[in-house]
């Protein structure tokens, strides 16, 4: 824990302290078997058919970005945890957290674009709550969705399923969300031309897993802490490597300009419309054309395997054929991202 036991901003960062704080604090008081597991949701079965449940707050600064704003990422970030669950998203609640002073076109805003979000999805948010904080006491508006998705009978998905030779996939450009919320907050002259990637990863999750069944072992959105996060996730449950190669991740050029300007590796910035599907080897071609063939996933790309060793390690071939090892992140990098 922290030197002075005191909460860090990057307590919340998605790398290392979070992780820590998840396993010393909250697991260790609260932890069960379904917790315990740390899945994107919980799977609870319930008479013949099994649901995924999962929540998430929301507390992105600015409220508004090229891309996006807090209302469609509050509902885009659950219906996503619930997609590389292998489900198909089916309600959700959302509750507000409001800091007295806020404008109520704001929150109209806001409401409005979620209300879109869920439409898209063809479900409803069918609850929530409402509560006001004195001025000071929270920063304008927080939002807390919670999610049921159906558990899609063709899924089988887990750590525990991934071999060696399983090919990773990622959806599309990595690091868009993540460069456009930090690019605003610095005043970037590039910012007008990043753009967020918020949005729903359902479709892609739900047609490869129709498609392809048990083929697909494991899917997850790489938010906080980017792929590296997603990745070193991957590698801590399964005890085996993953081999990636720099030259196939796909990244937007003005994106990776930002990192480079700001001094951010690629690797650890937040995705907010993103999925890293790790499919067989025999139909990770397969799996590739559906994502292609979805709107959200034209720039999708295999960038590597599982590899057959039993090192745990996340290894990057470089573009120039140099190997480095790619690190949880520590969790400092970017402070309210989501
Ligand atoms: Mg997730």
Known sequence: MSANNKILLAHGGGGRLTDELIRNVILST??????????????????????????????????????GDI???AVCGTINDLAVSGSKPLV????????????????????HSAARAVKEENIEIVCGDTKVVEAGSADKLFINTSGIGLKLLKADIGFERITAGDKIIVSGTIGDHGMTIMSHREGMKFESEMKSDCGSVAQICGKVIEALGDDIKFMRDPTRGGLAATLNEIVNQIELGIEIQESQIPV??????????????ILEIANEGKVVIVVS???AQKCLEICRSCENGKDAA??????????????????????????????RELPRIC
């Open 71 to 73: 209302g469609k990422l």
């Open 302 to 331: 295999i960038i590597g395997e599982v590899s057959k060793s039993g090192e745990p390690l996340v290894e990057l071939e470089t573009k120039i054929k140099g190997r480095r090892i790619v690190q949880m992140p520590y969790g």
């Open 92 to 111: 959700l609640s959302l509750s507000l957290i409001l800091e007295e002073g806020l404008e109520i076109e704001v929150l109209r805003k806001v409401l």
């Open 252 to 265: 937007n050029p003005t994106v990776r300009a930002a990192a480079d300007m700001l001094g951010f590796d």
């Open 30 to 67: 609260l932890g069960n078997y379904s917790l315990n597991k740390l899945t994107d949701s919980a799977e609870i079965k319930i008479g013949q058919t099994n649901i995924c449940f999962t929540t998430d707050s929301f507390v992105v600064k600015p409220l508004f970005f090229n891309g």
């Open 281 to 283: 080897q025999q139909k």
